[in-house]
């Protein structure tokens, strides 16, 4: 089955600053890869997403990057804020949503 | 205007005693989710409807059943809760399976287990 890893699990940058998460998966047949933001006791929220199809998809200061040739797809969030600080999660989907293990993002003012 | 409706919100058992927890939308979509996430951790999927076909995952344990009795409403059961299932239980859903539609999550139920 799909396995996903989530690199770092934890992040701190100054806020200004650019912040980058990484995943890598196993499965060449997933062709999903949405990316949540969870902030403390609450639920996950979808931020960005992209298929398999694109290579990239920018929403304002939030991008995510795909390398389907090498398993990896990437979050950059840039400009950073303190409401950027929560829990990342990457998952990929092929016939359901296997999630990577977070990044704890720490915004420093 | 909820979309994915939890209650409780939070829910305090003894060990042992059975426990439902319920999930409703408002989407109309086919395809429920029932997640359980534990801290710092990430969500673990234990099964899914779609409409009303239901599929177990290989390690969720019997110990969690569920129902699904229309399109709207869904229910985990856990029939004898242990210290190991106090958690976060996450109800999600999609229009359809796979194909790249987004999951919609609930705000969850915070399970204790005394």
């Known amino acids: 089955g799909e396995n996903v890893e989530q690199h770092p699990s934890t992040l701190s940058v100054q806020e200004g600053d650019s912040a980058v998460i990484k995943c890598t998966y196993s499965?060449?047949?997933?062709?999903?890869f949405p990316w949540y933001k969870q902030e403390l006791g609450k639920r996950p929220q979808l931020i960005i997403d992209i298929r398999s199809n694109v290579g990239e998809k920018k929403d304002q200061r939030i991008a995510v990057t795909l390398n389907k040739t090498a398993k990896h797809f990437s979050l950059h969030i840039t400009e950073t804020q303190p409401e950027d600080s929560a829990v990342y999660f990457c998952a990929a989907e092929q016939q359901k949503l296997v999630f990577g293990q977070g990044t704890r993002l720490t915004i420093n003012p | 205007d909820a979309m994915v409706i939890q209650n409780p919100r939070y829910q305090v058992t003894q060990f042992g005693k059975p426990v439902t927890l319920s999930c409703s939308q408002t989407?109309?979509?086919?395809?429920m989710y029932w997640y359980q996430q534990k801290s710092s951790q990430a969500p673990k999927l234990l099964f899914h409807?779609?409409?009303?076909?239901?599929?177990n995952e290989a390690d969720t344990p019997d110990n969690f059943q569920s129902r699904r009795p229309n399109t709207s409403f869904c229910f985990l059961d856990i029939r004898s809760p242990g210290l190991g299932d106090a958690a976060m239980y996450l109800c999600?859903?999609?229009?359809?399976?796979?194909?790249?539609?987004?999951?919609?999550f609930g705000p969850g139920t915070r399970l204790t287990v005394l």
């Open positions: 409807y779609y409409d009303k076909d239901f599929n």
């Open positions: 999600a859903t999609s229009r359809d399976l796979a194909g790249g539609n987004e999951q919609f």
């Open positions: 499965d060449s047949a997933s062709n999903y």
């Open positions: 989407l109309n979509h086919n395809v």
